[in-house]
């Protein structure tokens, strides 16, 4: 099966601390790497977890709150110093282009390679990529500036075909093909074989949805429903849910809320505040309202299988 | 005695490799904290390395290569998140104000306290900064886009008065003020008792010279003859003399050299290249030209004593 892996890069809201860094994540779908935020230090945690920065093609950027960006200016003038070549697109709402371009040209007369600009609307549920893996959904969050989230999702696979069926039928080339695709089969005879006896079921695709900064916010479960991980910011404990709500963040079991109605297999929680030093608690919390919580913490796996 | 102290909090060039992070240093005079440099990853190792960012109020940028301040919007956003109500002067070349402008106004709509941008002509050998502790002084280096390195140097010490000799001579506090500025004292039967038997030597002043990114220059040598401790970049090894030359950089030996017809105390040496994975032979050779070098990596402190 291809991969489909998520590697936590920072753990952390706007306040490094602890150890803790600003949030980046990189997902690993079919060996194609996709870069969600890129907040401070992003570059040498992607070198500490041994992440080949060179597969990356794609970044996403939720907003420009600078725990999510801070690191990407170091990351692409990296990326020159080590002579890329290939094109590098970052999808980013309004301004980031400014921002990179006034630092690069102080600092640098530019980058050696192509980037690209794709400006979205955080607060549209749209697509905005695609390629024969996967598609890729902005989900407007409920945030202080405009913040999107994205949503990964496989393509479908086609189903198997069996083996064995080839042999017994000499199921020609086309007819191969043709039967991956959901084909019955006629024999030499005039005999119909039906498509699920000559195959097994398709894996199914799988998802992932970013959930970054947001207030707690039902709007977004029709989005991310029955996606395999979730991934959904808890900066607070349940204790501050007011002071959550006032700085449109969520608390545990606000995440863990949206986790539970929206039948998620995998919750995971972090842009964890700098008031704590202690995580633990975190998890309690979440899990007291959904079971299958995890830390989304630096250097953290998760990999979905079908 | 006041602390005359630096702390290495990176000590790698433009590419961070192998754990070490781009360039930042702290010095610590009488409890006054100059940040030299700020490289991406600054604010993290500021909490590494336990230094009180709070006691910083002077920040002295290089030059606008990426790995000397792509850490600096993020330390002065966590100041601002911090609820920092000090004013913080910044000490750089013409164009940082803008690239801190326009990301702090898209993340944050500005910062929450005071931040004077006091621009510097690289080119000139000026005094930027003095208070009762010390005096900077620019230091001009030969680098591919306008660079200058600093040196402090402490003021003059007063010389300490021996308390016996006030009790001896029974001395008065006038007297005792004009004996500490160098004066002789007139005993009431008219003797005069010279200062040196009075005083002991002031203590000498310190003083330390942070060469940043430069060619082999001796343009700076009557500028930082004679000091303390001097920082110098080493980028390449001695072989790579050629390659040093064409990047505007130095290497180990020309590093050394300088140290040695400047007739500084000791040398240490940074900004080491990314293609570097050891840096025991960059010790080596250096040592083999001045004996009394350190490698200025990640943590290491340098006092120095009267």
Known sequence: MPTFKLTILGSNSALPAYGRFPTAQV?????????LDCGEGTQMNLSKYEIRRSKIRHIFISHLHGDHFF?????????????????LTIFCPEGLKEIIDIQTNASSGGLGYEVEFQIIDPNEYLTIFENEDLEVTTIPMDHSIPCCGFLFREKPHKQKILKEKIAEYNIDFENIR?????ADFKTNSGAIIPNEELTLPAPKSRSYAYCSDTAYTESIIPIIENVDLLYHEATFLDESKEIAAQKKHTTTKEAANIALKAKVQELLIGHFSARYKELDIFLTEAKEVFENTQLATEGSIFEVNN
Do not use: D, F, M, W
């Open 71 to 87: 690191g990407l200016v170091g990351l692409l003038t990296s990326y020159s110093l080590l002579g890329r070549e290939h094109k």
């Open 178 to 182: 043709a039967i991956k695709s959901g």
């Open 27 to 35: 997902l690993n779908v079919n060996e194609h790497l996709y870069l």
